[in-house]
């Protein structure tokens, strides 16, 4: 999105060798990591901040201060909630249910989402949250995956967004990417 080259090192994190080796390469274990130049990233958002700071003509924030805020503290939100959403429907990109039951704990979070979504694209006139492509709609692009994986009935405005987004070259790109990837996550092919 920055436009930046980059080099992606996949890891299997249940393999011991490699935690361990992660471990090394990201103190809190999580994943993605960032190494650019001396600079090593491995949170998200700092991730989206640092690239935002790096590639400003790839304006990954709005430049109205006011409504750079506003798309700070949605994308901090999904960075940093819907824990209950993200426990009961993972993301599973090679899953397809035609209906889903949402765990009760779920739908608040279901709920905030399409709230966050309604207010932004009708504050900013969409076609995406903020108007233009902004980190937010990174943020929030594997929320997309998850309303489709799980069928979760969204207003025409909203289903259109999840579309955009799902259809937004990048986005098929990593799809692809995931689609390509040989491991099964017997886990993920639970029903809750």
Known sequence: ?????FDELRIDIDDPNMRQELLLLSPSVLVPRLTHNTVTVWDTWAIAEYLAEIAPDAHLLPADIAKRAHCRAVSGEMHSGFHNLRSALPMNLKATHEAFQIFTGAKPDVERIKAIWIECLDAYGGPYLFGELSVADAMYAPVCTRFQTYAIKLEPKLAAYRDRILNWPLMQEWTAGAMAEPEEMVEL????
Do not use: I, R, S
Not at 1 to 5: C, S, T, V, Y
């Open 1 to 5: 999105m920055a436009g930046l080259e």
């Open 189 to 192: 092919e639970v029903e809750f």
